[in-house]
């Protein structure tokens, strides 16, 4: 066999065991869900609510697998007919500048694939958020945000793969350690502007108004030596019901922003609980070990590209002749599949351990922290419909907070 041959063959394995893999672990998931409710469960949720969560959880399964199915239906047919190889050469044969193909053919694929997402998300929203009463989006909302998200990723994602392109075929030898030293300066760059820049596109923040919550705010971070100034109200209501809190930034420019939803279904010490929870990871400095421990991910994946990419057969293996920078990658991306959860299982783990510093962090410098993110967190979960009894395989692989019960019982502790 030849060696391009046995890449293929891994390939379409792989896409092949991630598929089986997925519906394996949704299926526990699902059967895991739908246990009956526990007396831990029963403090979030009454008969009521518990079944109408069990509901949604069903759609959101059912739904996924009709999903899941297509697309790996359309990814095997897509390398097996050669669909990539074919891209390429029509690219090829009517351009001769190499990193305009490269950019062009990822401008495409990104296109593309934003466009066959977009039936989903459609009825993601639509059809299942709405009818839990999730949904706030209208639908000019939807399809504004799409058009947004697609040129700001052909905005940021194009010039950053031009450059990492060029370096490769400028400096072949030292390619990986260059490449990767420009995406560690444009990672450092999203980690420390990238809320700030992008998310007004999507989103109005203002100040915290005055008033009462306002005022034991400002106590709180006082005391923790938090800038108010970096505190956002956010009006995710036009979106979703769903409420949230999130902590971004690092060194002079942070943000800690509360969704106006949870402003609204919170009381004033229980917001401030979920903020204490945000400043816990500021002051843990969760921000810099993610962004190191990303940053050792990018390098192992460049250290191997650097092996790999100059070999022919990766191209070869999507059934070009020609090798290039852009199907060279696509394959290694492709079979990069078994490392790639291998790092996504870590990075969850260490998500999840943050999560239980930051709640820490709440208890430590809030009095009655204990009793308020209990009672911050149940509502949370309520007017999520959360799943409260997930299946551990499907945590380790999706969750990047610790499942509600989890996190509720060592609260108590
Ligand atoms: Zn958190």
Known sequence: MKTSDLLL???VLF???EYGAGIAINYLNERSKNEPLSAAGAEIFDATEYSKSLA???AKYRFGLLTNA???VVILAAIMLGTFAWLDAQLRSRLSNNLLITVLFIAILMVFSTIANLPATYYATFVIEEKFGFNKATKKLFFQDAVKQLLLSLAIGLPLIYAVAWIYQEITSQFWLIAWLLVVAFSLFMFVFGTRIFLPMFNKLKPLPDGELRTAVEEYCKKQGFPLSKLYEMDASKRSTKLNAFFSGMGK?????????LIEKLTVEETVAVLAHEVGHYKRKHVYTMFAFSNLQSLIIFALLGWLLGNPNLSRALGSDTPSFHLSMLAFFLLFTPVSTVLGLINNAFSRRNEFQADQFSIDTYPDARTHMHNALSKLSRESLDNVNPHPLYVAVHYSHPPILERLAKLQR
């Open 15 to 17: 896409v092949l065991i």
């Open 56 to 58: 949604y959880g069903t």
């Open 9 to 11: 063959l891994g390939i």
């Open 70 to 72: 297509i697309s790996t």
């Open 253 to 261: 420019v942070k943000i800690i922003g509360l969704y106006d939803t």
